[in-house]
């Protein structure tokens, strides 16, 4: 364990649970020492079957206590640990709430000139390799069309410029029609997908995102179109919503352990 790199993870929710656990079985060349949590009392409970207990610390802490820092927060506590990550240079910022990277202006200049490397995983739509080699030859358009069931938008949903109760949606609703960067504006919990797809691909006023409620379906799906100068590629993800957070999809602590995984893997397929 010695040249092991240090890894804190913020927030123990259900996503950042997975997370620190894996790290706790082993993931080669990674270490879990230090982790971030709202309740200590809740975080002490679920970190105690963890053969290596991590120290718990305020996410402001976190960079001085890792070498890698892996967010798995809310939206709303994303500027703490991303100001915390700015004074300090050389490490690395991997990122579950990737609509805060377009939503906080600046912070990705402010991020390249403190020297962060930040990484973020591919999530719940699939297609991103394609995107980036589209990217490479040519793109000309970007579309993604999410489809959720409608209670993983909460209680209500805006929709036509008020709030509609989800629990009176019995047909699909197209809630909203804009750009990414005015998506994540408008669902921040629910479409980190779209951040993704614009940082990989035409940038977050160029992407196209339509978002529907549709009652007909028990999965997330994501359906990104690609238009590029070496042909069209559509790609369709149908994930099931976490069991802990329906806001996320299932699989997408998942993509987070896949991407730390591959850091120190001698073969790295499709990144």
Same mark, same amino acid.
């Given at each position: !364990? ?16 997975? +997370? ?24 002490? $409970? ?9 120290? =718990? =610390? ?18 709303? $506590?994303?500027? +703490?640990?991303?100001? %915390? !990550? ?8 991997? *990122? %579950? ?18 020297? &962060?490397?930040?990484?973020?995983? #591919? ?20 579309? &993604? ?6 209670? #993983?938008?909460?209680?209500? +949903?805006?929709?036509?410029?008020? !709030? ?8 699909? *609703? ?22 993704? +797809?614009? =940082?990989?691909? &035409? /940038? ?23 238009? #590029? ?10 994930? &099931?919503?976490? %069991?802990?957070?329906?806001? #996320? ?13 591959? !850091? ?5 397929? /499709?990144?």
């Amino acid at each position: !364990m010695a040249d092991s790199r240090k890894v804190a993870v913020a927030g123990l929710g259900s996503i950042g649970l997975r +997370v620190a656990a894996a790290l706790d079985q082993g993931i080669e060349g990674l270490e879990l020492t230090a982790v971030s949590a709202r309740d200590a009392g809740s975080a002490a $409970a679920r970190l105690a079957t963890f053969r290596n207990i991590p120290e =718990l =610390l305020p996410l402001a802490a976190l960079p001085d206590a890792a070498d890698i820092v892996v967010e798995c927060l809310p939206p709303s $506590a994303f500027a +703490v640990l991303g100001g %915390a !990550m700015l004074k300090h240079d050389g490490k690395t910022f991997v *990122v %579950a709430s990737v609509g805060q990277l377009l939503i906080i202006e600046g912070f990705l200049d402010q991020a390249r000139a403190a020297g &962060l490397r930040i990484l973020a995983p #591919s999530g719940a739509v699939a297609g991103i390799d394609g995107l980036r080699a589209a990217r490479e030859i040519g793109l000309e358009a970007v579309t &993604l069309k999410t489809r959720k069931p409608p209670g #993983s938008f909460g209680e209500a +949903v805006a929709s036509d410029g008020g !709030m509609l109760a989800t629990e009176t949606i019995d047909a699909p *609703v197209r809630v909203f029609s804009g750009s990414a960067r005015q998506s994540i504006a408008a669902f921040p919990r629910n479409i980190n997908v779209a951040a993704t +797809v614009a =940082l990989a691909g &035409l /940038g977050a006023d160029a992407t196209s995102v339509e978002i529907w409620a549709d009652p007909g379906i028990g999965t997330n799906i994501h359906e990104l179109t690609i238009r #590029s100068k070496g042909g069209t590629l559509r790609v369709a993800s149908e994930n &099931l919503p976490d %069991a802990g957070n329906p806001k #996320s999809s299932a699989i997408t602590a998942y993509s987070i352990i896949a991407a730390l995984r591959r !850091m120190d893997g001698f073969l790295s397929v /499709g990144s």
